[in-house]
């Protein structure tokens, strides 16, 4: 009887680590998706300006010189 109150306590003990961690998980996602979200608004906030400073060849230019090699 004694082992297996040992094992309930020990098993309760283990659900708990991987539920925290569960949640541990699911906060490290939000973290990274509001990051990814910030990149991308960083991203199309900065496209006006990289437009008008670019002096390479234009994009359907370089796509036929991918192509090309």
């Known amino acids: 009887?004694?082992?297996t109150k040992k094992?309930?306590?020990r098993l309760n003990h283990i659900?708990?680590?991987v539920v925290g961690l569960k949640?541990?998980?699911i906060t490290l996602g939000?973290?990274?998706k509001n990051r990814a979200d910030e990149a991308w608004a960083d991203l199309f906030t900065a496209i006006?300006?990289?437009t008008r400073l670019w002096?390479?060849?234009g994009a359907v230019s370089e796509i036929r010189n991918q192509r090309e090699k």
Do not use: A, F, Q, Y
């Open 15 to 17: 659900l708990g680590e």
């Open 1 to 3: 009887m004694e082992d």
């Open 55 to 57: 002096r390479g060849p």
């Open 48 to 50: 006006p300006e990289v």
């Open 7 to 9: 094992i309930r306590e």
């Open 23 to 25: 949640k541990d998980l």
């Open 30 to 32: 939000l973290k990274d």
